[in-house]
């Protein structure tokens, strides 16, 4: 089993920044990405940005520019740095890690995510 533990949420003021932090742990192999999500009320998870081990990054384009995802691979733990705020970046930001074993298969984990809100 792996766990993965979102702290760094908050509460913002447009234009304000946040960095979230995701640690990962337990049974770790093979990782192949980790990425945020979020999801704000009435809405569907949506896709914020993915990093690779070797640090190949994608962003959606809501946040480009605006958001940062780094990792560091010796300690499994990914943050996001968020800056320039919006009111529309409120949500509940999750964590996820995708991990292949040797047969390919994948090995899905999702954190339980942390409260982003921003608001004057």
């Not at 049974?27 to 896709?47: C, L, T, V």
């Not at 081990?53 to 990914?78: C, H, L």
Request: glycine residues 8%; charged residues 20%.
């Amino acid at each position: 089993q792996v766990q993965l533990v979102e702290s760094g949420g908050g509460l913002v003021l447009p234009g304000g920044s946040l960095r979230l932090s995701c640690a990962a742990s337990g049974s770790i192999f093979n990782i192949d990405h980790m990425a945020w999500y979020r999801q704000a009320p009435g809405k569907q998870r949506e896709y914020v940005a993915t990093i690779s081990p070797a640090g190949t990054t994608n962003y959606a384009d809501s946040v480009k520019v605006r958001f940062a995802i780094y990792t560091d691979n010796a300690k499994n733990t990914v943050w996001l740095q968020m800056n320039s705020l919006k009111p529309e970046d409120t949500a509940v930001y999750y964590c996820e890690i995708i991990m292949y074993d040797t047969k390919k298969i994948p090995y899905d984990y999702w954190g339980e995510g942390t409260q982003v809100t921003v608001s004057a």
